[in-house]
């Protein structure tokens, strides 16, 4: 019975007809309201031309600033690449003295080695040369009695 009632209820309240002389006798009363000088109205064009300009400027302004700002990314970013590629070849330097500085020590151990083998087959040597000394020295005072 309720859903029927507002079915059979006009949407809105009053008459239609009301509403619209309403709403029409409304729009004079809204133009006396919006009715403006012609000095009202030039103030008003001027104030959104001014408007305009300063928002021309802004805009200007903030692309200039964009340029500005997306020109200083790009050569930071240029200047990155440079490092990069800077410590690419300082790590590749890096990497090949290491090589080296492998190479010379295991060069100067086995010289190392070498000079032990040298210095212990001259210090046997000596004791030999000095034996055969004292076999010569002994011979020959034993040849010379």
Do not use: W
Not at 27 to 34: G, N, T, V
Not at 72 to 88: D, G, P, T, Y
Request: charged share 35%; proline share 2%; hydrophobic share 35%.
């Amino acid at each position: 019975v309720q859903l029927q009632d507002r079915n059979e209820r006009p949407y809105g309240r009053g008459d239609p007809q009301e509403r619209m002389g309403k709403l029409a006798g409304s729009k004079p009363d809204l133009s006396a309201r919006m009715g403006f000088s012609k000095e009202e109205k030039l103030k008003i064009s001027k104030e959104l031309v001014d408007l305009q300009i300063e928002t021309n400027k802004m805009k200007e302004q903030y692309d200039t600033e964009n340029f500005e700002l997306k020109s200083m990314i790009l050569a930071l970013e240029n200047r990155v690449q440079e490092l990069e590629l800077c410590s690419q070849k300082v790590t590749g330097e890096r990497d090949a003295l290491e090589e080296r500085l492998h190479a010379l020590e295991t060069s100067r151990k086995e010289l190392a080695d070498e000079y032990i083998i040298l210095k212990s087959n001259y210090l046997a040597l000596g004791k030999e040369l000095d034996q055969e000394v004292r076999r010569a020295a002994v011979f020959a005072l034993m040849f010379l009695a």
